[in-house]
Every structure is written in C-alpha cells, then in structure tokens.
C-alpha cells in the first residue's frame, strides 16, 4: 500500500496539472468568480456550460455576492450628486465609492428619504411618493 | 496551556501539545494542536476517542508535501505573499486537502484565492489548468463566443 502511495505520488508531481478537482471544488471556486468570467467559461466544456446556466447555480451565485457587499447610500441635499459606497472594497478599486443615477426623481429633490433597502434595492420616499 | 494530570506522566512531554499525523507517502508529522484543531476531521475523532496522541493518525488522502503547505498557511495566518508561491498542482493539492480534512478557513481562503488566479484568465488557459478536455465543436464554440463577446477582452496574458 505504502510503496503504491509513493509511486503516485512521484507521478504526480511529474506531471503537471493532472491533479483531479472533483466537481463540487470546481463550483465554489465559480461560485466566487464575478459574472463576466462566468459567462467567458460558459464555452470551456459542455459540463461547465450546462453547470453555469444551471438555476441553482445562479441563485447561489446571487446569495453570495449579496451576503459579501455593504454598502451604504448616502443622501446630502447640499451635495451635488449621491454616492455609494463600499466598504469592503479594496482602497485601489474605482467601484468602491459609485456616483448614483437618479435622474427618474423629480428635479431638485429636496426631500429624499431611504424607506428601506434590501438586495441592492433601495425604496426611497420623496414628494410623497415611493420609489425604487 | 494547561495540562492534565495523565499528560504531566507521558515521556513525550512536550511545550506544545502535538498530535502525530501519518500521510499518504508515510510520513509521520507532528503537528501543534492548534492547527490539527482546524482539521474538523482529525479534531472530531481526537475528542470523541480521547484517543492516544503519540499513535499517528493517518492521512491517506494528503502528502507530506501538502501537509508542509497546510501549516505553514495556517501558521503564517493565511498570507497572501506566501500562497503565491505555490505552483498551479500545489493550489490544487490544498484546494483538494482542506475539503478532505474539512478546513474551512483554509477551503475558502484557497479557493478564493484560485478564483482571483482565473478571474481574467482565458478558457485556454481555465482547460490547462484543470485539465479538461474542449468536447465543443469548433462551430458550436464560436457560436457561444459570439453571443457575449465583450467578456473576451481585458484579459491576462496566459
């Protein structure tokens, strides 16, 4: 048994890249690869293909990058545009504060309050009325 | 640390308590407890059994090489800078280990770390690095390409 292990183990080393993931090692690395490179390894195989459009997949890719971002809206009538802020984000990365777009409110809001938030999504009260 | 009476008794009475690891080349290792404490597979056997700690546990699935990685990883507190070192099979060897031995620190860490080494890589390179095989026709993959092909730019060098 002993000298079979060691024989295994000389080829391997020998060789490169032979190692075999298994697949669910394989899904969470996906599961921590941003969008854009998912949809580039969509044409790596047909396994990977049918395992990236899967529904579940998706979702759990959603779940987590959804548990992994806070960030916090600020709204200033003073200031000049409303900005989002990541704070997990690394201090070199340009989407760690976003300008938003708000243009759908009614211009010069001047009243603009965070209803509530949930998902990336942001109710906001202003001219009495709900928005999205 | 404190030490029980049983222990005070035992020849090998070390600073640091450690427990004997066998691995799959048959190397016998000892290990600091604290980092056998993060392989929930090993601690979940030693605090059932209170099993004797000089009988060495053994590892069939995890080299003597990959073990060395493992603890200087968990010891260096999962440095970036160290991890960089390791060659492609070596992050595979960890990745595969660390399920195995059920570390999930060191599971998200390696394969956080893996994802960030494939985030701007090209499928070239993606089927290199596990070793699949393209079962696409070369029709069929350029259809595939076509539909989204702005995601094909900014890529690394491979």
New interface residues.
């Given amino acids: 048994m002993?000298i079979k292990?060691?024989k295994?183990?000389t080829y391997?080393?020998r060789t490169?890249?032979?190692?075999?993931?298994?697949e669910?090692?394989?899904i969470?690395?996906?599961l921590?690869?941003?969008v854009?490179?998912l949809?580039?390894?969509?044409?790596?195989?047909?396994s990977?293909?049918s395992l990236i459009s899967d529904s579940h997949f998706s979702l759990s890719h959603f779940e987590r990058a959804a548990t992994c971002t806070e960030r916090l809206v600020f709204f200033e009538p003073s200031a000049p545009e409303v900005r989002s802020i990541d704070f997990n984000a690394p201090l070199y990365d340009d989407s760690a504060s976003a300008v938003l777009n708000l243009n759908f409110l009614p211009p010069k809001p001047n009243d603009v309050r965070i209803r509530g938030s949930s998902r990336g999504f942001v109710l906001l009260e202003c001219c009495q009325r709900l928005w999205m | 640390m404190q030490k029980t009476e049983g222990e005070e008794s035992k020849a090998e009475n070390e600073e640091v308590k450690q427990v004997t690891l066998m691995t799959?080349?048959?190397v016998k290792m000892k290990v600091e407890i604290s980092i056998v404490y993060e392989m929930e597979i090993v601690r979940s056997f030693i605090e059932v059994n209170d099993a004797d700690h000089s009988v060495p546990f053994p590892l069939?699935n995890v080299?003597s090489?990959t073990l060395d990685l493992i603890i200087e990883l968990v010891k260096n507190e999962y440095d970036d800078e160290f991890m960089k070192t390791f060659s492609?099979?070596e992050l595979?060897?960890v990745?595969?280990a660390a399920?195995y031995l059920n570390m999930k620190t060191l599971?998200d860490f390696i394969?956080?770390a893996?994802?960030n080494l494939?985030?701007?890589k090209?499928?070239e390179f993606?089927?290199?690095?596990?070793?699949?095989?393209?079962?696409?026709t070369p029709e069929e993959?350029a259809e595939?390409?076509k539909t989204?092909e702005?995601?094909?730019q900014d890529l690394d060098e491979d």
């Fill in positions: 002993q292990c060691l295994m183990k391997s080393r490169k890249n032979t190692l075999h993931v298994p669910d090692l394989i969470q690395i996906l921590r690869l941003p854009k490179s949809v580039r390894f969509n044409c790596v195989c047909k990977w293909l | 799959s080349d048959g069939p080299s090489h492609h099979d595979k060897e990745l595969v399920n599971l394969a956080t893996i994802a494939l985030e701007k090209s499928v993606i089927r290199n690095f596990f070793n699949i095989v393209n079962d696409f993959e595939i390409r989204n702005w995601v094909f």
